[in-house]
């Protein structure tokens, strides 16, 4: 075989590793994405969780929660209350 045929045959086997690792690539990002697909939705049941063990844990936060849902006129510290609980559920404080 001459150079220049080895060199055609390493092109050949470049070509084939690189086509090798993208589809590598490929699989590992979609595995990737599943996992954090995945937390995600965990996350979000354990916050929704959460809220409902805050609001079942007092029958105080459950009335000003509601008063507060219904537009029921609140003093400034229940005001301030119910802006934290429903910050607090969707992230903003």
Do not use: C, P
């Not at 979609?30 to 063990?53: D, K, L, P, W, Y």
Request: charged share 15%; net charge negative; proline share 0%.
């Amino acid at each position: 075989m001459t150079i220049q045929d080895w060199g055609s045959v390493g092109e050949i086997v470049g070509a084939v590793a690189t086509m090798a690792t993208l589809l590598y690539l490929t699989t590992q990002i979609r595995q990737n994405t599943r996992t954090v697909r995945v937390a995600s939705a965990a996350e979000i049941v354990t916050q929704q969780n959460e809220s409902s063990r805050m609001l079942g844990q007092s029958e105080d936060i459950t009335k000003l929660y509601f008063d507060g849902l219904a537009g029921r006129l609140l003093n400034e510290v229940q005001s301030r209350q119910f802006e934290m609980i429903l910050g607090s559920w969707i992230g903003t404080h």
